[in-house]
Structure formats: C-alpha cells, structure tokens
C-alpha cells in the first residue's frame, strides 16, 4: 500500500520513531543488558519460564576449489615465543663485556 503524504506530515511520522535528546534506549539497561544473560536466566528459573535453546543452524560444507570436495578445517593452537626481558639482556651484555 502506498500513500502520498505532505512534506511536514511525512517528517512528522519519521522523527516520531526518535528518542529526545538526552533518553537512551531501555534495552540497554537491566535485565536485557547484554552482558547479564545469566541474571536474566535466574529470573525465568524463578518464574518458571520455559525458554527452549536455539537450535545450531547448519552450516554449507566449505568445498575445495580444485576438486569441489568438502573441505576439513582445523584449527591450530598459535605457537609463542618467549622473548628475553630487558634484564635478562643487559646483563647478558654486562657478562660479555667482563
């Protein structure tokens, strides 16, 4: 459905939607903060509200490019290098000089 409206009345129905100066938007704040997840499952414990759990969505199999067979990815645990502190170091040039 499409309705033509005047100017004024058009950007009356839009700033409609926006929040005055100096408001902030109420689910960021509480229970639906996003970091109070465990909070907010205590209190539908409480209540006794049944939240079934997301079910995963499946994944498409990541197909090599050469022969089109579905690919394996692994992953693999970085290696680090532990590097000498400045201590260590100067005074391996202290006993180098001696």
Same mark, same amino acid.
């Given at each position: 459905?499409?309705?033509?409206?005047?100017?004024?009345?058009?950007?009356?129905?839009?700033?409609?939607?926006?929040?005055?100066?100096?408001?902030?938007?109420?689910?960021?704040?509480?229970?639906?903060?996003? %970091? +109070?997840?465990? $909070?907010?499952? /205590?209190?539908?414990?409480?209540? &006794?509200?049944?939240?079934? #759990?997301?079910?995963? @969505?499946? %994944? +498409?199999?990541? $197909?090599?490019? /050469?022969?089109?067979?579905?690919? &394996?990815?692994?992953?693999? #645990?970085?290696?680090? @290098?532990?590097?000498?502190?400045?201590?260590?170091?100067?005074?391996?040039?202290?006993?180098?000089?001696?």
């Amino acid at each position: 459905m499409t309705t033509r409206l005047p100017g004024a009345d058009f950007l009356w129905l839009l700033l409609s939607h926006l929040l005055p100066r100096g408001f902030r938007r109420s689910r960021n704040y509480g229970l639906l903060h996003h %970091r +109070r997840k465990t $909070l907010l499952r /205590r209190v539908q414990l409480m209540l &006794r509200v049944v939240i079934l #759990p997301a079910q995963p @969505k499946a %994944r +498409r199999p990541v $197909l090599c490019w /050469r022969c089109g067979s579905p690919m &394996r990815i692994r992953v693999i #645990p970085p290696t680090f @290098k532990i590097e000498a502190h400045a201590d260590s170091q100067a005074e391996a040039a202290r006993s180098a000089m001696v």
